[in-house]
């Protein structure tokens, strides 16, 4: 069966550097890849989407890639601030969208 | 302002007693999805619908309704609520299906006793 898996432990990370997010599939072949943030009690907000022939797609502070040989997503938010911590959740999709567990982040300032 | 409306966003029933959780959009969107949200498990989806009277199961159909009258409408229906019900639910809409942005509610609490 289809499986997405993401970072299992939560991410605590310090102001300024770098934090990797990552997104495993198995029997998978997603036509495309979508990140979400979710703030505690509210509804996840869309961020990126990337297709399977792009390797790697950026908006601001975020870089998202995608490796289908893999079967892998790797999720950056560079120069990372407090306002940043939240849970990201990846999404894969192909005629439906699905959604892995999620990754907390914490930014310490 | 672009929005996806849910109402209840709170609350607390016991087992066995119909319940409707209410979602409008008002971006205009052709596709709406229910999902449920439970500690490590995600989102799982549990009902979508492509446009008007036009919907299909999702993951975790199973103890649910949905109707689809209107476009701007997808109410979510628990016939007769059982304790393992109990989640966070989020409808969502997007102008291109599955594959476009979803744009999430802010969520409905429920809790069944």
């Known amino acids: 069966s289809q499986k997405i898996e993401q970072n299992s432990e939560a991410l605590n990370i310090q102001e300024g550097k770098t934090a990797t997010l990552t997104c495993n599939y198995t029997n998978y072949s997603p036509a495309y890849l979508q990140w979400y943030r979710q703030d505690p009690g509210r509804g996840p907000v869309f961020l990126l989407l990337i297709r399977e022939n792009e390797k790697e797609k950026r908006k601001e502070r975020l870089k998202v890639t995608f490796d289908t040989t893999l079967k892998q997503s790797l999720f950056h938010i560079t120069a990372s601030q407090p306002a940043d911590s939240a849970t990201y959740l990846c999404a894969l999709g192909d005629y439906k969208l699905s959604f892995g567990a999620g990754t907390t982040v914490t930014v310490r300032a | ?113």
């Open chain 2, 1 to 113: 302002e672009a929005q996806v409306t849910q109402n209840p966003r709170y609350l607390i029933t016991v087992t066995g007693k119909k319940l409707t959780v209410t979602c409008s959009q008002n971006m205009n969107h052709e596709y709406m999805s229910w999902y449920r949200q439970d500690p490590g498990l995600g989102l799982r989806q549990i009902y979508y619908s492509m446009n008007v009277e036009v919907t299909d199961k999702g993951d975790v159909p199973e103890g649910y309704k949905v109707s689809r009258k209107e476009k701007r409408n997808f109410p979510l229906i628990l016939e007769s609520p059982s304790p393992n019900q109990t989640s966070l639910y989020f409808c969502a809409s997007s102008q291109q299906g599955p594959q476009g942005e979803l744009f999430f509610g802010e969520g409905s609490r429920l809790t069944v006793l």
